[in-house]
C-alpha cells in the first residue's frame, strides 16, 4: 500500500494533473506538490503525488526497471551472487 | 543511464562491504524494516539469501493492512453489511477476514463494495450517487493518510454529505517506540526505515528515537542497489557501535519531508491513540479527524461500537509483525493458511510478510521437515 512510483507529468490544470506511467496516462492529484509543472518527474502514490523528484534519478529507476523486466525474461543465464559466511568463506 | 550491468558492479561492492562489516562483527547482527514495500522487494530481489551469517533482516509492522487490528476490520466489515452503505476501500482489503466473513464476501453476497484507485474516487463516486451514503475505509501510514484528509476537504469544499471515512490510519514512530519499550526482548540493532512514509514525514522524525533509544535508523529506497546499501550502513554503524541516523535516500526524502502533505494531514487529523494487531493500543499512534471534520467521520455517523478485539484462533500474525517469530512458526503457515485461503492478513496483503513468504521462499518451512500442504497460488 506505501508503493510509490516516479512518473512524468504532461498536464496540469488547477491541483488536477495527468502522468505518464510507461505510456499509461493516469489521473493525479498535485495538491502535494503545488509547484510541480508539466514535464516534471513525480512520486505516485494512490493517486496523488507525494514529492517531485530529481529527473535523472526517475529515469535511472525506469532504465532499470525496463532492465530487470528484460532480465527477467533471461534469468536462467543469471549467476546468483555468492553467499558470504561470517568467517569470510564463500559458501 | 544507469544499465543493469553497472547496478550489479554496485551490488557487488556492497556485498564485499556487507561482507567486510559482517566478518568484524563478534556476534549476530538483526535489523528490522517497518514497511511493506521494503519486505515485498527484499524477498523479491532475494535480499535474505545473499546475506552474510550472521546478518538478519526482520520485518517489523510496516504493512498497513497487517497490522489494522481484527476489531478495526471487524468494525469495518459490520459497516459494509449495512444496506445503503456504499463502502469504498483500496484493493489490499478485500480479502481480509474478519469474525463474519471478508469484504469481498459481502460483495459475493449483493454488498457494495468499491475498489478506488484514489480516495477522491469516493468522493466523486458521493457526489454521483446522493441516495447512498459512501463511505471511504482509510487504512495505511503517513504516505497514505494526507490523500485522506484531502478527499475530507474536496467533500467539504463540494458540499458533499453522503461522504465519510472510516479512518484506521497509523504513525510510524509510536509504533517503532513501543516495540523499543521493551528493549529486553526487542533485540534489533537498527531500523530500516520506510523511504515513503519518510518522504512525507522527512527524515528528522527520526532523530528522537536515534536520541532517545541509542539505535540506527536509516532510511532506505526500494531498489535491490538501495535496499543493500541502506543494510550496509546499519551494519557498518553497528560494528562501530554507533548510533546515527543516515538517510540513504535522498533522491525523495528530505530533512523536513513534505510540508504541503504534513498540513493537509494535519489539518483535517490530530494524532490519537490506536490499535494496532498484535501491539495492543499504543498512543498517539494513529490520527482522529479533527472536531470541526466530526460529521465527515463514519464512527460518529454511523454510531459504530468497537468490537472486541478477537484474533483468529491459532494465527500468529501479531508476533509476526513485531518481529516476534518468522511465518512458518506458525502451525497455520501453509497449511490452513495460504494466499488462496487466507487466515490473517500478513497472508493477505501483497505487502503481507507470510505472504511474502509463502512466495518467494517456498512452502518448505526451514524449521520443519515436514512438506506443507500443496496449494495453486
Known amino acids: ?91 | 543511464m544507469k544499465s543493469i550491468a553497472a547496478d550489479k558492479q554496485n551490488l557487488d561492492a556492497l556485498m564485499a562491504r556487507l561482507g567486510t562489516a559482517a566478518r568484524r562483527a563478534s556476534r549476530r547482527l538483526a535489523f528490522m524494516e517497518v514497511c511493506g514495500t521494503h519486505t515485498t522487494s527484499a524477498f523479491r530481489c532475494g535480499l535474505q539469501s545473499v546475506l552474510p551469517e550472521n546478518v538478519r533482516l526482520i520485518s517489523g509492522p510496516g504493512c498497513p493492512v497487517c497490522v489494522t487490528s481484527q476489531a478495526d476490520i471487524d468494525e469495518l466489515i459490520g459497516l459494509a453489511s449495512k444496506q445503503a452503505v456504499v463502502l469504498c476501500t483500496y484493493g489490499d482489503m478485500l480479502r481480509v477476514p474478519g469474525r463474519s466473513g471478508s469484504l469481498e464476501k459481502i460483495r459475493s453476497q449483493g454488498g457494495r463494495i468499491e475498489v478506488v484507485y484514489s480516495s477522491l474516487d469516493a468522493v466523486a463516486l458521493a457526489q454521483r450517487e446522493p441516495a447512498h451514503q459512501v463511505v471511504f475505509a482509510a487504512v495505511g501510514f503517513e504516505t497514505t493518510a494526507p490523500s485522506t484528509a484531502a478527499a475530507v476537504y474536496q467533500a467539504r469544499e463540494s458540499g458533499v454529505k453522503n461522504f465519510s471515512v472510516l479512518a484506521s490510519h497509523k504513525r510510524i514512530i509510536p509504533a517503532m517506540r513501543a516495540l523499543l519499550a521493551d528493549r529486553e526482548n526487542f533485540k534489533v540493532d537498527g531500523f530500516l526505515c520506510p523511504g515513503h512514509v519518510s518522504v512525507v514525514i522527512g527524515s528528522n522524525a527520526y532523530l528522537p528515537i536515534v536520541r532517545d533509544y541509542s539505535v540506527s535508523c536509516v532510511i532506505g529506497g526500494f531498489e535491490p542497489t538501495l535496499l543493500l546499501s541502506a543494510l550496509t550502513c546499519l551494519c557498518e554503524l553497528a560494528v562501530e557501535n554507533k548510533a546515527a541516523l543516515v538517510n540513504q535516500y535522498p533522491q525523495a526524502v528530505t530533512p523536513e519531508g513534505n510540508r504541503h502533505a504534513q498540513s493537509l494531514l494535519m489539518g483535517a487529523f490530530e494524532p490519537a491513540d490506536a490499535r494496532w494487531r498484535g501491539m495492543g493500543a499504543i498512543p498517539e499512534s494513529g490520527y482522529n479527524l479533527r472536531t470541526e471534520f466530526a460529521k465527515y467521520d463514519a464512527r460518529i455517523r454511523f454510531g459504530l461500537i468497537t468490537p472486541e478485539e478477537r484474533e483468529p484462533k491459532g494465527c500468529l500474525c501479531g508476533q509476526v509483525i513485531s518481529g516476534k517469530v518468522e511465518p512458518p512458526t506458525c502451525s497455520l503457515f501453509g497449511r490452513a493458511c495460504t494466499p488462496v485461503n487466507p487466515i490473517g492478513p500478513c497472508m493477505v496483503s501483497s505487502e503481507g510478510t507470510c505472504a511474502a513468504w509463502f512466495k518467494y521462499k517456498g512452502r518448505l518451512s526451514p524449521y520443519s521437515e515436514t512438506p506443507l500442504q500443496e496449494t495453486a497460488v
Open chain 1, 1 to 91: 500500500m506505501c508503493l510509490a512510483v516516479p512518473a512524468q507529468l504532461v498536464e496540469k490544470h488547477g491541483q488536477c494533473g495527468v502522468v505518464d506511467l510507461h505510456g499509461n496516462r493516469l489521473p493525479i492529484n498535485t495538491v502535494m506538490t503545488p509547484d510541480a509543472l508539466p514535464g516534471d518527474w513525480l512520486l505516485i502514490h494512490a493517486g496523488f503525488s507525494i514529492e517531485q523528484l530529481d529527473p535523472q534519478q526517475a529515469t535511472e529507476t525506469w532504465s532499470l526497471i525496463h532492465d530487470l523486466r528484460d532480465a527477467d525474461v533471461q534469468s536462467a543465464q543469471l549467476e546468483p551472487p555468492s553467499r558470504p559466511a561470517a568467517d569470510g568463506s564463500k559458501q
